[in-house]
């Protein structure tokens, strides 16, 4: 890896990783010293937030440095076709290579996050850039609905990436341990300023069997574990009953996925570390959203502000002892990140202030799981919501009109603050807050093929 006049940038999204279960966050096991130990010589952002509870619109705020409501990503909107430049596109025009590697199948070509990209790799392919049919294959299809699906492109690569995405992919991770093989061979052969995004997914249910899923936890527990963790919709919907035990044991199984990504940021720290590139590459890891575990009433990441599906960690280390712009100690979001990738780079860009608060949204829920049974309408999460955090306060809305305010605590407004009524406070938060709309926009699936809804279906959205 080359030292160019410009830093190279490398972009890391933990997804589905909440702060409250790193370490490096006080959290009491182990989950991630590797990043803990990163983090010393780094800076380290005790407060940051995601701008949105999932993936898709998370990653385009990441990707534009705007709310979900300005961007137009999210449930009432699946493609992202923003209105401005993406970040790859800006960093692109700066003389930036821009190389993806992404485990999800929302931040992929099918929903225009390539937009900028030179190549964005879809790691549940083993040949890229063909039809994605490992999940059609899972699901038991028609003699006519394989041979339409293997004869569209090339007949041979579909094959074998269908047995791929089949028999290997997510059998030992989530296509963690390929992405640091291909991402530490880019950082080895860059002949250009890179930008190098990189998307793990070890955090997302259903959790999967590796070395690392016994950590904190007897094996013989893991596999029922296994399948419990993927059981949101049927949890919500009331259908199975999760005990307080089982949701601890389902924490340290995640505690395990956690475990798992620490030594693959390990691999690549020490590539850095090795080729001397510590002064030279801008080194962002950050989670898109966090997750629920049983935490109000909820499993993964729908229906909910809070702030165990809000609060991410955010790690920087800077180029050529830059420093940050904001204080490490102060709510910020992916807006910041957004900027501050841009102001290395040498581009000139508006600041977020110090004293600007950190702002979330929930847009639209349609798109989720539980959104397609009888009832869903007019439930208790049938709800849009807009959230906006301070140093020491958080003011929710929703759809409904109802306003709660909350008072900082220990370290989470929900769980260790309380509610509280203070009209000045309040009114200030507003001029920061999105309003919630009932009925902003619904998702259909009608322009999705039908092997990406297979890839959904096993995320849990259908």
């Given at each position: 890896?080359?030292?160019?006049?410009?830093?190279?940038?490398?972009?890391?999204?933990?997804?589905?990783?909440?702060?409250?279960?790193?370490?490096?966050?006080?959290?009491d096991?182990?989950?991630?010293?590797?990043?803990?130990?990163?983090?010393?010589?780094?800076?380290?952002?005790?407060?940051?937030?995601?701008?949105?509870?999932?993936?898709?619109?998370?990653?385009?705020?990441?990707?534009?440095?705007?709310?979900?409501?300005?961007?137009?990503?999210?449930?009432?909107s699946?493609?992202?076709?923003?209105?401005?430049?993406?970040?790859?596109?800006?960093?692109?025009?700066?003389?930036?290579?821009?190389?993806?590697i992404?485990?999800?199948?929302w931040?992929?070509?099918?929903?225009?996050?390539?937009?900028?990209?030179?190549?964005?790799?879809?790691?549940?392919?083993?040949?890229?850039e063909?039809?994605?049919?490992?999940?059609?294959?899972?699901?038991?299809?028609?003699?006519?609905?394989?041979?339409?699906?293997?004869?569209?492109g090339?007949?041979?690569?579909?094959?074998?990436?269908?047995?791929?995405g089949?028999?290997l992919?997510?059998?030992?991770?989530?296509?963690?341990?390929?992405?640091?093989?291909?991402?530490?061979?880019?950082?080895?052969?860059?002949?250009?300023?890179?930008?190098?995004?990189?998307?793990?997914?070890?955090?997302?249910?259903?959790?999967?069997?590796?070395?690392?899923?016994?950590?904190?936890?007897d094996?013989?527990?893991?596999?029922?574990?296994?399948?419990?963790?993927?059981?949101?919709?049927?949890?919500?919907?009331?259908?199975?009953?999760?005990?307080?035990?089982?949701?601890?044991?389902?924490?340290?199984?995640?505690?395990?996925?956690?475990?798992?990504?620490?030594?693959?940021?390990?691999?690549?720290?020490?590539?850095?570390?090795?080729?001397?590139?510590?002064n030279?590459?801008?080194?962002?890891?950050?989670?898109?959203?966090?997750?629920?575990?049983?935490?109000?009433?909820?499993?993964?990441?729908?229906?909910?502000?809070?702030?165990?599906?809000?609060?991410?960690?955010?790690?920087?280390?800077?180029p050529?002892?830059?420093?940050?712009?904001?204080?490490?100690?102060?709510?910020?979001?992916?807006?910041?990140v957004?900027?501050?990738?841009?102001?290395?780079?040498?581009?000139?860009?508006?600041?977020?202030r110090?004293?600007?608060?950190?702002?979330?949204e929930?847009?639209?829920?349609?798109?989720?799981?539980?959104?397609?049974?009888?009832?869903?309408?007019?439930?208790?999460?049938?709800?849009?919501?807009?959230?906006?955090?301070?140093?020491?306060?958080?003011?929710v809305?929703?759809?409904?009109?109802?306003?709660?305010?909350?008072?900082?605590?220990?370290?989470?407004?929900?769980?260790?603050?309380?509610?509280?009524d203070?009209?000045?406070?309040?009114?200030?938060?507003?001029?920061?807050?999105?309003?919630?709309?009932?009925?902003?926009?619904?998702?259909g699936?009608?322009?999705?093929?039908?092997?990406?809804?297979?890839?959904?279906?096993?995320?849990g959205?259908?």
């Amino acid at each position: 890896m080359e030292s160019f006049e410009r830093p190279n940038i490398v972009l890391v999204v933990l997804d589905t990783v909440r702060a409250r279960s790193l370490d490096l966050y006080g959290h009491d096991r182990e989950t991630m010293p590797n990043l803990r130990q990163f983090g010393e010589d780094a800076t380290v952002f005790k407060r940051a937030y995601t701008n949105a509870p999932w993936t898709l619109p998370a990653h385009a705020s990441l990707f534009t440095g705007q709310l979900p409501s300005e961007h137009g990503c999210h449930g009432g909107s699946l493609y992202f076709n923003p209105d401005c430049p993406t970040l790859a596109e800006r960093l692109r025009n700066r003389g930036y290579a821009t190389t993806g590697i992404s485990n999800n199948i929302w931040i992929s070509d099918h929903f225009g996050f390539n937009r900028g990209f030179e190549s964005l790799y879809k790691q549940w392919q083993l040949f890229r850039e063909t039809r994605d049919i490992g999940h059609v294959l899972k699901t038991n299809p028609s003699v006519q609905e394989l041979a339409k699906t293997l004869t569209s492109g090339n007949p041979l690569k579909n094959l074998v990436n269908g047995l791929y995405g089949k028999w290997l992919y997510r059998r030992a991770d989530f296509g963690g341990a390929r992405t640091t093989a291909d991402a530490i061979d880019l950082l080895d052969s860059s002949e250009e300023p890179l930008f190098l995004f990189l998307n793990y997914m070890e955090g997302h249910a259903p959790y999967q069997h590796h070395e690392d899923s016994v950590s904190f936890l007897d094996a013989d527990e893991t596999e029922d574990l296994t399948e419990l963790s993927g059981q949101s919709e049927e949890y919500h919907l009331g259908n199975i009953d999760i005990s307080n035990t089982e949701f601890e044991q389902l924490r340290r199984l995640y505690d395990g996925e956690l475990r798992y990504l620490d030594d693959q940021l390990s691999q690549l720290f020490q590539t850095l570390d090795e080729a001397d590139h510590s002064n030279d590459t801008m080194v962002i890891v950050v989670g898109d959203h966090g997750e629920n575990i049983g935490d109000h009433g909820l499993m993964a990441h729908r229906f909910s502000v809070h702030d165990t599906v809000l609060q991410v960690p955010l790690v920087i280390r800077y180029p050529n002892g830059e420093s940050p712009t904001a204080d490490p100690s102060s709510p910020v979001d992916l807006r910041y990140v957004f900027q501050e990738i841009l102001r290395v780079s040498g581009e000139t860009v508006n600041i977020q202030r110090n004293d600007e608060p950190a702002v979330a949204e929930y847009v639209n829920p349609k798109y989720t799981p539980e959104a397609a049974t009888d009832g869903f309408k007019g439930a208790h999460f049938d709800r849009r919501y807009a959230t906006v955090i301070s140093k020491t306060h958080k003011l929710v809305r929703d759809d409904r009109g109802n306003t709660k305010l909350y008072v900082r605590g220990g370290r989470d407004f929900e769980l260790d603050g309380a509610t509280v009524d203070d009209e000045a406070i309040e009114r200030d938060l507003s001029k920061y807050c999105p309003t919630p709309r009932a009925g902003a926009g619904q998702a259909g699936t009608e322009g999705l093929s039908d092997d990406v809804k297979h890839h959904l279906e096993s995320l849990g959205y259908r």
